[in-house]
């Protein structure tokens, strides 16, 4: 009993590895906007902020995340129809909900709700995992995903489906599914990208193969990101000296280009530094993944750690030129309140799957 | 039994988290791969990239190189003026911005209106429009004090491209004006970057256009300076990085002389011709004009579309270079190359005599060639023949030779050739030989056409240019000159006669004494310009048939009507008897040669000589 008031649930790798992250960040951040300092302030401010949420999340225990699971799902859905309905439209997508002055990306939190649900729903299921159970997972994963996908949000609908599709492949789903799903994917490819995507995706996946054809248009981006990134060299230009951050030559250098700023400030040393940070990150995860104390924890840690790899590993990929762009920051790095707080939530639940051992039956 | 399967289902979910962690890892490595290639493989290539991202260089306009005559006097040379320039795209209403403007500068109606037409037709110099141009010292002074109200206008030192003498020079000079299509690639900046250009000349990136001008262009236009700016992505300066002046052009010496040219000018009044005069021991261009002419000032500086298509449309052609692509028969000045012809072909000796009753019947079907004087000169030998200009003495030579033969040798002199080394437009004409006229007129040759052309007419046409280098070779004794307008040392000529005309030394002697004869003798058909100097001249003058007379009537009725009168020429050299000028006049519908083209020949000597 007195134990559960005497111990504070945290992982100081992790603690530590993140902190080192947002504090650069920051610095990168003051870098990217020209030396905004009120923005970098502000950000510092979601990222105390989000350390405090994260501590605070590690202290629950995993209990408590399964028995609300339908209703944080429930939630955040609903947070979704709300911005669908009356959420104010930027850049042409209805993404963020208002909550007086405080903007926030419903689909942030569906990342977290849909895996935990889906974990909470197969964790005490038999293996392997009966068709019954799997059309239910799919047909909710769906949904989440065309929810975003509408928004229009497509990099951040897949980032949805796959957050629930790790749960699901975690939990033990049949290779034979995997196969014949991918199949069916390759096949009904041509009926996506006529119905599903928008001229302007299409154009986006267009551009990548051949940014030079449309270079002052839509491969602008990626021409110059690239160039941002190729002219940095091994050392970089140093902070603060990047030409083409600091002459704006570099599109959306705060949020989802960040990772060019670094690249051609900091040269390929910094880039290797930085994704050794997010790599050692990342392997924490995976021990704690694999250490965590109940089947349910194990699938939680796994799915979350995973959308959080694979988020980061769209936008470095589209960034260096190797995926078409698709809006999605690079994780604790681009400005952007809402990414931060929902990624300190993801760690503090990672925390907490980790940290809290089962009691032994006395 | 529920330990087992949490031991087989934790095996699996490890296996299957350690897969998936993988393959992240393979993207990771992906990623990282990609960006050492971009980083390290492809450095250079993008290093240069952000570079011709950020860095914006744009060229300085050198200045052009003046055009001096032989004295080193300028012909055409830069002058500077202050103009009050505006920038356009800076100001929002043009007309609210004169209102705002006209207190400080004085503006005719005239120059209002242009400048608002120019506004709306978005005709500026790069960035720039000249609302006034050369601004006097006081209201430069008014602007300079206000010109912080003013931000959208300067005042800029500007030259412009000027000739004192801008109605002499048109045709040897030429003009240069402003040329958007051509871009100096001898400095590595973008095309595009052109329209940014940092200005010197008031009408904007000028290159030449015609004459030399245009031929000595490279000489001319000097080395453009450079200054590289660094610009952001919306293209705004942010600070100028580097800078290298312009070189100014190289000075063109020539051999042009301004009095010289200027005397033909006087002396030919607003006569149709040409004058070129040539020194012999350089074969320099001392004299290139071509009546009428035009102003290369206005042509430069910006003449109003009437002005030009009155020009254009004149039917007197005022842009015809006369001198150098003029096509008229030589005449009677074409004699002495026949009669040398004779002489090395053996056709003829110094003392043949021969009869001439006035004219030359010709034995194949007694057809009647006409002299100019009625009764003939009875017994002439080649020397009296030159002197009276005897037309049967050379119809007879002329019978005798062989056509191919003639024309090869008149092709020695420079007939149906380009002649001038440098001249921007020479046209070489032709020489008649039986193959040209089966294949221009799809005809054979008649003996009668070789008597023609032994008096300088039927189907011969040279130019004045041709005729100037012609007479040169006679008054050198043979020596083939290049002609040049440009001195040497700078001269773009490349013409290169090596085969003199050879013909012994007495003849040679002989042909200068019977030649000065025509001018100076009693019996010369130009004696009537011999009192005109004070040092003796050699030369041969002609009067070109514009059409074939039969009957007095006809002479008459063609005397009448201008542009059927005949031309008159003159090839001249001297003084003699040691010559240092040759000169070709000719004078269109000017009739009799000597007396009409002469006197000009001899301003132009006198001027050449300075015995004004």
Known sequence: MNNKFSKIYFDPYLCFSLFLLSTLGLFFLYSASNADIALVLKQSAYVALGFLIMIGVSQADPDLFRRTSALFLIFSIFLLAITFLFGPEINGAQRWVRIGSFSFQSSELLKLSLPIFIANFLFDKRLPIQPKEMVVTLSIIILAFILVARQPDLGTGLIVALSGLFVLFLSGLSWSFIGGLFAILVICSPLIWNVLLQPFQQQRIATLFNPESDPFGAGWNIIQSKIAIGSGGIFGKGFGEGSQTQLNFLPETKTDFIFSVIGEEFGFLGVFLLLSLYFFILMRCLYLALSARDRFCRLVIGGISLTFAANLIINLSMVVGLLPVVGMPLPFISKGGSSLISLFFAFGIITSMGTHKKFLPQ | ?612
Not at chain 2, 244 to 260: F, M, S, V
Not at chain 2, 370 to 380: A, D, E, L, T
Not at chain 2, 476 to 505: C, F, M, Y
């Open chain 2, 1 to 612: 039994m529920i330990f087992e399967e949490r031991q087989v289902e934790k095996n699996n979910f490890s296996s299957r988290v350690v897969f998936l962690f993988v393959l992240l890892g393979i993207s990771f490595l992906a990623v990282l791969f990609q960006v050492f290639a971009l980083q390290v493989s492809s450095y250079s290539s993008y290093q240069l990239a952000a570079l011709n991202n950020k860095n914006y260089s744009i060229p300085i306009q050198p200045l052009r190189g003046e055009i001096l005559d032989r004295k080193g006097d300028a012909i055409v040379r830069n002058e500077l003026t202050f103009d009050l320039i505006t920038q356009p795209d800076l100001i929002k209403n043009p007309k609210l911005f004169l209102e705002r403007i006209k207190p400080v500068v004085y503006l005719s109606p005239q120059e209002e209106t242009d400048y608002l037409q120019k506004f709306q037709e978005k005709a500026f110099v790069n960035k720039e429009l000249v609302l006034k141009k050369n601004l006097t010292a006081e209201e430069i002074a008014r602007f300079n004090v206000r010109s912080f109200i003013f931000k959208n206008a300067f005042i800029g030192k500007r030259y412009r491209r000027v000739s004192d003498y801008p109605k002499i020079f048109s045709h040897v000079v030429g003009y240069s004006s402003r040329s958007d299509q051509q871009f100096d690639f001898s400095i590595n900046i973008p095309r595009s970057h052109w329209v940014d250009a940092e200005l010197t000349y008031a009408n904007g990136l000028i290159q030449g256009k015609t004459g030399l001008e245009e031929t000595y262009n490279q000489h001319l236009i000097g080395k453009h300076g450079e200054r590289v700016y660094e610009i952001n992505a919306k293209g705004r300066l942010v600070q100028s990085l580097e800078y290298y002046p312009p070189e100014r052009g190289l000075d063109l010496n020539t051999h042009l002389d301004i009095d010289a040219q200027a005397s033909a000018a006087l002396s030919l009044g607003n006569r149709k011709g040409a004058v070129v005069a040539i020194e012999l021991k350089s074969g320099g261009i001392n004299v290139l004009y071509s009546s009428p002419s035009y102003s290369i000032n206005k042509l430069s500086n910006g003449m109003s579309e009437e002005e030009f298509q009155n020009l254009i449309t004149d039917p007197d052609k005022p842009f015809f270079n006369r001198a150098a692509q003029g096509r008229y028969p030589p005449a009677s000045t074409i004699k002495p190359a026949i009669g040398m012809f004779g002489l090395t072909n053996k056709l003829i000796e110094w003392d043949d005599e021969i009869d001439d009753p006035g004219f030359f019947t010709l034995p194949e079907n007694g057809r009647i060639y006409r002299g100019w004087k009625k009764g003939g000169h009875k017994n002439v030998n080649l020397k009296k023949a030159l002197l009276v200009s005897s037309n049967t003495y050379f119809f007879k030579l002329a019978y005798k030779s062989d056509m191919k033969d003639l024309a090869s040798y008149l092709s020695s002199f420079g007939f149906g050739q380009k002649v001038c080394g440098d001249c921007y437009d020479e046209d070489a004409v032709f020489l008649p030989t039986p193959d040209w006229k089966f294949k221009n007129l799809n005809s054979s040759w008649f003996t009668g056409d070789t008597v023609n052309i032994g008096v300088g007419q039927g189907y011969l046409v040279s130019t004045p240019m041709q005729l100037a280098h012609y007479i040169a070779i006679i008054a050198n004794k043979g020596e083939i000159l290049p002609l040049s307008i440009v001195q040497a040392d700078q001269t773009l000529s490349r013409i290169d006669n090596s085969n003199n005309i050879k013909l012994p030394k007495a003849d040679w002697a002989k042909m200068h004494d019977a030649l000065t004869g025509v001018i100076e003798s009693d019996y010369g058909t130009a004696r009537s310009i011999r009192d005109l100097k004070n040092f003796k001249v050699a030369g041969k003058s002609g009067t070109a048939e514009l059409v074939s007379l039969d009957s007095k009537e006809a002479y008459l009725e063609v005397r009448d009507t201008e542009l059927l009168r005949d031309h008159s020429i003159i090839i001249a050299f001297g003084p003699m008897p040691n010559p240092q000028y040759a000169v070709s006049v000719v004078i269109e519908n000017g009739e009799s040669g000597g007396a009409v083209a002469g006197p000009v020949a001899i301003e132009v000597l006198k001027s050449l000589l300075n015995e004004q």
